[in-house]
């Protein structure tokens, strides 16, 4: 129910257009839309918000609408959709019941929302991942799509997840980035299942607990793991067992060259995200600290030795701003603070993989 207290009452509607976004569903598919951001209500501290989306374009069968907030509001209450903020980014997805809008069909939704200071409406919106234009645009007349970004061929990015179990036991982060990406465009692959996170999302992933990544690398596990995800995209935390197990950083550093060559192989075009991993702080490690600190320090040097215009290494600092004491459950793996924490990292280096 809406909130009614209004101690200041404020009409602001603004009329923003949206562009292209990648959704092709016919040999000549068009995309385009736009969006009506109203604030019908406005009490000192929350106001209430409607959002109109209108699709120009082709049928679409979902969406997810990404906007951020220009003074630190936040929403506190939504309907019609499911809402996930981080920081002032907010994502909207579809409802289960309006995630097909024909051309020109609309859908909406409402919120509830918090604010201090001032109350500005957002500047700009996204549709399934690309900046809104207010047009039209037309897909190649063959079909073909926009290119995905490794292989140059149609469909979504495919976006492999690879280390140990703070990325697949249960490895949550995944989840909460996925709920943050246009869904028509990234498609995560791996060999094993995604785990409970509290809602559906696209779960696959190469996160094995326990596992080294000098093992993997010396006992050739990857290329079949490849084979079968044939992933545009990597995205490599992996090495904290390693460290836990005192294995030098060189020599974690020469397993991560090993599997580049060999993600290269697969697919020469591979985008590959790398991350200084989060702290370790185990009760029974008191080194372990140290270790992660030295890999971490040697990554960006590495990485930029290996990168390639082709096949470019992007690192992403997991460490910093990461406390084991807030952010863990053990002093190793991530709980729900710490996947936020995760998530939020990854997000940029992915949204400009996916392009």
């Known amino acids: 129910m809406q909130r009614r207290k209004w101690t200041v009452l404020s009409l602001v509607t603004a009329l923003l257009t949206l562009g292209g976004f990648t959704v092709a569903t016919s040999a000549s598919a068009a995309a385009g839309c736009a ?58 997805r579809n409802a289960g019941w309006n995630g097909s809008v024909a051309t020109n069909g609309k859908v909406s939704f409402g919120f509830n929302g918090s604010w201090t200071g001032r109350n500005p409406v957002p500047a700009a919106f996204t549709l ?18 926009p290119p995905s970004p490794s292989t140059g061929t149609g469909g979504p990015a ?15 982060w995944r989840a909460l980035l996925w709920q943050q990406l246009p869904a028509t465009r990234v498609d995560f692959v791996g060999t094993l299942p995604g785990d409970g996170c509290g809602f559906p999302y696209d779960g696959e992933h190469e996160g094995h607990g326990g596992f080294l990544v000098t093992n993997v690398a010396s006992q050739n596990q990857l290329p079949a793991w490849l084979a079968a995800a044939r992933p545009d995209v990597v995205l490599m935390h992996f090495g904290t067992n390693d460290a836990w197990s005192s294995i030098p950083a060189a020599t974690i550093l020469n397993a991560y060259t090993t599997l580049v060559g060999q993600m290269r192989a697969a697919n020469p075009r591979t985008k590959i995200i790398v991350a200084q991993i989060i702290p370790l702080n185990p009760p029974t490690c008191t080194d372990c600290g140290q270790r992660v600190v030295t890999l971490n320090a040697a990554i960006p040097a590495w990485a930029a030795s290996l990168s390639t215009a082709a096949s470019p290494i992007t690192v992403v600092d997991q460490w910093t701003g990461f406390n084991t004491g807030t952010d863990t459950y053990d002093g190793v793996h991530p709980n729900d603070a710490g996947n936020v924490k995760i998530a939020a990292r990854w997000l940029p280096a992915v949204r400009a993989a996916i392009g």
Request: proline share 5%; aromatic share 8%; glycine share 18%.
């Open 158 to 172: 495919r976006i492999m997840a690879l280390g140990d179990s703070i990325t697949g036991s249960p490895g949550c």
């Open 35 to 92: 969006v009506k951001y109203t604030v019908g209500s406005q009490w000192t501290g929350g106001f209430g918000a409607a959002v109109d989306i209108t699709n120009l374009g082709d049928p679409i069968t979902d969406w997810s609408l990404m906007f951020t907030f220009p003074a630190g509001q936040s929403i506190t209450q939504l309907w019609g959709g499911s809402v996930t903020q981080s920081g002032t980014t907010v994502t909207v």
């Open 128 to 145: 399934n991942g690309v900046t809104c234009t207010g047009g039209v645009v037309p897909q190649p007349s063959d079909g073909s799509g």
